[in-house]
């Protein structure tokens, strides 16, 4: 039985957690589709995919691109509060949803010219608001691609 908890690569680059599951999310899970995704959720999903694959593109211009082809390739979508990948980056958006990570440790700080946006490039986690375009424009995303840049983030993201 297919984990309805996730949905993505098996090893991503980058863990998006969410508190809410989209529709039709046992259909996808044996082959995630960001299209597929898309078409059968409300223009709120379009936002989160849209938004998660212009954090994970390796060339900010092509986002597009990544999201049809590789997205789920390269990324994952969890809907519980349990970071168990030490490998990953772990992208926590909004303020409510970082509540249900009790107990969470972590050494975020603010990103600088970011509000809303803290960091811990200890333990790989990126605390931002939730990913909307109203809470999270292009510009203040910007800034958070240019921080996992400098970490590395996208010399190991598959193109």
């Not at 999310?25 to 597929?36: K, M, N």
């Not at 979508?77 to 969470?104: S, Y």
Request: glycine share 6%; hydrophobic share 40%; net charge neutral.
């Amino acid at each position: 039985m297919p984990d309805i908890d996730y949905l993505g690569a098996a090893r991503p680059a980058l863990i998006l957690y969410l508190p809410h599951r989209p529709n039709g999310l046992a259909r996808l899970q044996p082959r995630p589709d960001a299209t597929e995704l898309v078409a059968a959720n409300s223009n709120h999903w379009r936002k989160i995919v849209n938004l998660l694959a212009k954090m994970a593109s390796p060339v900010a211009e092509d986002w597009r691109h990544f999201r049809d082809e590789c997205l789920f390739q390269n990324t994952a979508l969890c809907f519980v509060p349990a970071m168990t990948d030490k490998e990953c980056w772990h992208w926590i958006g909004g303020r409510d949803n970082l509540q249900r990570f009790a107990g969470l440790q972590h050494n975020a700080c603010p990103l600088a010219g970011a509000p809303g946006v803290s960091v811990d490039t200890e333990r790989r986690l990126l605390l931002t608001p939730y990913p909307d375009y109203r809470q999270l424009s292009n510009a203040l995303l910007e800034k958070v691609r240019l921080c996992l840049e400098e970490q590395g983030f996208y010399g190991g993201v598959c193109p």
